[in-house]
């Protein structure tokens, strides 16, 4: 299988953690969880791209993408103003949600606008499973995209060269 | 009853398309995002995120009714509840696979190539290149998954189908008129769900409603309220 969101779903329903099976909570944590994959993981991504990667600086792109990136703060911040995680405890929607808010800098983010994200985001950081993963992935945080020979396997990608069965 | 918040665009026709499909009762609630009614507090309430479609499921299996927001969510939460159209359990990996490469690729790289090529305000040849590159890769995938195949996952017609639809009945906005055909394997997929009876009665949907067509300078603080911040 494949797609982080299948890969957390999946595991979740195997192990019967972070995923409840009660209807109305396990709605409330796909609900967040289809909100990452579909809005902050694709327009944070497309901000890296133009903020960082593109080779020339295009302004409305950038300001497109750093602005919906905002937007998508705003939206957590408000979902979070009330309560600890984004649904009704720490779940997989929290697990999605948090590697793409790491690297908020370079998003052109100050997460002191959004006090109630920050809040979330320290006590997700803090977690010991949090600071085990990350520590697992440190020998592979190499940021190859920055290279010229990076940049050509991972946006030179069209319909005519990727490989076919 | 199923209240669907609802406007003209691909995701809210997955939706509609689900809802003739399996004859749950529901009723369309307009909700205008050229007009800008996704913004209002009402809305919100339902949909923090300010988008088309979302749910109130009145019967919540006991305890009150259950909002639901965005469209493959929505797909999953009636799917699970019916048991309707999920597929066989054994194919559970792949229907979520499928179902977040609609979520996180189809969908939002064919939305972006639509923004840059018809709804920016100037041309700008580097991003229309990179998004229809990247929904002509997504589709490319996609034919090359459907060959030998009926359905996206499995052997039965499925949720996936039904995603995967809503964006594909827009391949001619998003990639160019008659490119379709580019992509032999999903234009006999897409010919097959085409004919169910059901999608006939899905397009149906909302054809009375008079929204707000006019992409003015208002439909577009309304829809791309990121490019109007006061600096």
Known sequence: MFESGTILVYLAEKTGRFLPNDIRKRKTVLEWLFWQVGGLGPMAGQNHHFAIYAPEKIPYAIDRYVNETNRLYGVLDRRLADRDFLADDYSIADMAAYPWVVPYERQGQNLDDTPNLKRWFEAVRGRPATVAAFARGEPYAGRPAVTEEGKKILFGQTAANISTR | ?231
């Open chain 2, 1 to 231: 009853m199923i209240r669907f918040y609802f406007h003209t665009g691909p995701n809210p026709m997955k939706v509609a398309l689900f809802l003739e499909e399996t004859g749950l009762p529901y009723e369309v609630i307009p909700v205008d995002t050229l007009k800008g009614e996704q913004h209002k507090p009402q809305f919100l309430a339902i949909n923090p995120n300010a988008k088309t479609p979302a749910i109130i499921d009145t019967d919540g299996l006991g305890e009150g009714p259950v909002t639901v927001f965005d469209s493959n969510a929505i797909l999953l939460y009636l799917a699970d509840k019916s048991g309707k159209l999920l597929g066989r359990p054994a194919d559970r990996g792949q229907l979520l696979s499928w179902l977040m490469f609609v979520a996180t690729g189809l969908g939002p790289y064919s939305g972006q190539s639509v923004h840059f090529r018809r709804a920016a305000p100037e041309p700008i040849p580097y991003a229309q290149n990179r998004y229809l590159r990247e929904a002509e890769r997504h589709y490319k995938v996609l034919d090359a998954h459907l060959e030998a195949r009926n359905h996206i996952v499995g052997e039965d017609y499925t949720i996936v189908d039904i995603a995967a639809w809503g964006w594909i009945d827009r391949a001619d906005f998003v990639l160019g008129d008659g490119r379709l055909g580019e992509f032999p394997n999903i234009a006999r997929w897409f010919a097959t769900i085409e004919a169910r009876p059901a999608v006939a009665r899905a397009r149906a949907v909302g054809k009375d409603i008079a929204f707000k067509r006019e992409i003015d300078d208002e439909a577009r603080r309304n829809l791309f309220p990121q490019n109007y911040l006061v600096a």
